[in-house]
């Protein structure tokens, strides 16, 4: 158990919708990022939040957005859902923003079916 | 081309083989580089990082790293069927202001009991 905890584990939406994400990082850590997996495409990286501000961005579509709350929870908010956002998607946390190897420890995913 | 290259496989070797895998990377920016395993449909678990080029042991697993050659490699030895996971490296690089992870696509690996 890594510490990181995702919510829901599953998630079975249709075309079209919206849906939230959310993550509880690890006690103690600042840094939340956001990952999409799925079959072809391996981990891409979404977004990273550190102690509540955006700090860099990767391949986010701008249907998807992302915010950090003061308790340091995290929710991925995905909207007008397409078939090809079907995919797991992580959440990791880490301690700091520069410090070190800045491990990341990773969430156990949210699976999502869009139909 | 993409900036770290990783085998797919699948590989398969019986138990108690040598097992190898490898990465190679084409950004000298990178400075860490980690290795973790991932369980079908879990998250991904960190199993070692190393910052330096040479060899880091930890057990059955010896993560190598040649920044010379941009290569590293992760060698697991008298490998388990428990072994048996997707195998990613990871490279970790400073962007802008905070530090950013950068994987492979992972190397499926199987061990037959």
């Known amino acids: 158990d890594s510490g990181v905890t995702q919510t829901p584990k599953h998630l079975i939406t249709a075309t079209g919708q919206r849906v939230t994400l959310r993550c509880s990082p690890r006690s103690g850590d600042l840094s939340v990022y956001w990952y999409q997996q799925s079959l072809d495409q391996g981990l891409q990286f979404l977004i990273h939040y550190y102690n509540g501000e955006e700090r860099a961005k990767g391949n986010i579509l701008e249907r998807f957005s992302a915010q950090q709350f003061p308790d340091l929870h995290s929710e991925l908010n995905l909207s007008s859902l397409e078939l090809g956002d079907s995919a797991l998607y992580f959440c990791?946390?880490?301690?700091?923003?520069?410090?070190?190897?800045?491990?990341?420890?990773f969430g156990p995913g949210t699976r999502l079916t869009v139909l | 081309q993409k900036e770290v290259e990783q085998d797919p496989g699948p590989l398969s070797v019986p138990e108690g083989a040598i097992v190898s895998l490898n990465c190679t990377y084409s950004?000298?920016?990178?400075?860490?580089f980690m290795w973790y395993r991932q369980y079908s449909r879990k998250g991904p678990e960190l199993l070692m990082y190393?910052?330096?080029?040479g060899n880091k042991e930890d057990g059955r697993f010896t993560a190598q790293v040649d920044k010379s050659s941009k290569y590293i490699s992760l060698f697991i030895r008298d490998s388990q069927p428990s072994d048996s996971a997707t195998y990613l490296c990871?490279?970790?690089?400073?962007?802008?202001?905070?530090?950013?992870?950068?994987f492979g696509s992972g190397t499926q690996l199987t061990v037959l009991p």
């Open positions: 190393t910052y330096s080029s």
């Open positions: 950004n000298s920016a990178f400075q860490y």
């Open positions: 990791a946390s880490s301690v700091g923003r520069l410090a070190g190897s800045n491990t990341q420890y």
């Open positions: 990871a490279m970790s690089w400073i962007s802008g202001s905070a530090r950013q992870l950068t």
